[in-house]
């Protein structure tokens, strides 16, 4: 069971890594994830950090597509 | 609604039962407080704030769960569903403090992580009365830290209305995962008589309630109707009130058909935003308007007013004397289409 554990919080570990490291590029360039963003306070972001923290796997496809448009 | 985002959509509404919200919070607690103190002085002040936080936060989190289908049930609670967004972060609040406090007192003394902690302390994981179960709360607030946290609009646009709502559905899976943790926690007597009294009348009510709508929703679903000439025969029109709808099922899709100003227009149920149900919601300046968040389209039409993009697909209809037909045929969303003149 402890192996177990061990996995399913190296993973979280990770996930939440990777989320925080995409919220602080989010900070810096929001409006390429949402160029709704650039007309948005920048405070907002610092709201939002979180979530997009929490979401990432959703939101890192918008960056690609943006880079692709 | 809009071209850019805001910190929090608050109007006067909004603050007034923000207000509410954390007032009766505040009232909660103390009260708490109170009640504990006098019938169990010998609580410590971490097993106090712990209780009480909990507590209140199962408490506001069957309100939540219970406002939907109330405000299906009944027009009166649509104000407090148009809140409930606040309500939800602020249970996550309260849910976050129970959970700091009791990962600090039981589990951040040591020299092993926290987190880590709370997985192996009990490792009876195959026992039914020494279950781990404040595992079970942890990946609760998991989930409610990303329910709240995605509590926005960007959120909305961004992942796609379909997958905020799938996220959003996890709200059952941390209920389950609290009905558990608490009633588990009985087991070692972690958790007071009272917790476990809300938690039993609040699964009654809340199971109730949804199943109770789920019967009404499922009758307006597979109602009957007559077909004439490929039109299909809605009601009579004495059946809508003004300035609100009916709603009809076409092919599995939810119509709503609006009567105001001497006239019926029709477009399709879903609001684009959240996915509210247009049908429960009236005609405020003109506009239809969502009964969730207010979002307003307007009915000949179903484009929402400029400068805003949202739009939903509209259909035909036609009075043979006093009863409502309509086409089945959905227009692009968007779609001119001439009110039907009573």
Redesign the interface.
Known sequence: ??IV?KI??GILGVYTLIGILFGVFFLIKAPK??P??A???K??RF??F??V???WP??IG?LFNSKTA | M??????VLWNNHKKTYDKLIVLGMLLYIILFAVVTLVFNSETSIETLVIRAFGSLAIIMLHIILVIGPLARLNSAFLPILYNRRHLGVSMFIAAFIHGGFSMFQFHALGDVNP??SI??SN?D?GSLTDFPFQVLGFLALLIL??MA????D??L???SAK?WKR?HMMVYAAYALIIAHVFLGAFQQETSPFTIGILVFGFILVSSLHLITAFKEGHIDTAKTEEKEGWLKVCDISEIEEDRAKIFTVEKERIAIFKYDGKLSAIHNVCKHQGGPLGEGKIIDGCITCPWHGYQYLPANGQSPPPFTEKVATYELKLDGKTVYINPKAFEEGTEVNPCKI
Do not use: C, R
């Open positions: 069971m402890e554990i399913f919080l994830i949402d709704l963003m007309d948005t306070k405070k907002v709201l939002l979180p979530g923290a929490a979401t959703f939101l918008k | 809009g071209l850019n985002y805001q910190l987190i880590y997985f192996i490792m994981y830290f990303v946290s995605t509590s926005h960007f959120f646009g961004n992942l997958t996220l």
